[in-house]
């Protein structure tokens, strides 16, 4: 869980980060949209933490994050793609002049969106086998039926 915190920090920073200009931009819409995303991720892991820690069952707002977090782990793979794509344009511009920093960084972003997918599943797996599955009859007990 940590190791996912920290990368999605990592993530969030280089976000800003343009690889073929070098430099940061904070005031493009489009950076903020993992930022705003990851809310969802750091959100679900504090709950699958506090369910282990508490050794609870599953409710139905932890099983509807993890349901978003389906949605946002297609993104992730979406800005993996989009990473990898512009890394391996890099043949394409051999007539500009790319930063010395572009394919290192780039295949940083790369490997760090790699280790988050995995990360992701695993903590997916985690829930699964150290909380338990979502079962309806676990999750109507919460219900509380008092008037």
């Known amino acids: 869980m940590l190791l996912s915190i920290f990368i999605l920090l990592l993530l969030i ?8 200009s070098n430099k940061f931009y ?30 609870e069952r599953p409710d139905w707002q932890m099983r509807n994050l993890e349901f978003a977090l389906y949605i946002i782990f297609f993104i992730y793979i979406f800005k ?3 990473t990898l794509v512009t ?15 572009f394919v290192p960084i780039g295949v ?14 695993l903590i997916f797996a985690h829930r699964r086998n150290l909380i338990g599955p979502y079962r309806q009859d676990f999750m109507n007990e919460q219900i509380d039926h008092r008037s």
Request: zero cysteines; glycine letters at 2%.
């Open 80 to 82: 993996l793609f989009e």
């Open 87 to 101: 890394v391996l344009s890099y043949n394409d511009f051999e007539n500009h002049i790319l930063p010395e920093t």
């Open 26 to 55: 904070p005031f493009k819409f489009d950076n903020y949209i993992l930022p705003v995303l990851s809310l969802v991720h750091f959100t679900y892991l504090y709950a699958v933490w506090f369910k282990i820690k508490e050794q």
């Open 13 to 20: 920073v280089f976000s800003f980060y343009g690889l073929y």
């Open 108 to 121: 940083l972003i790369v490997s760090l969106y790699f280790v988050l997918l995995g990360l992701t599943l």
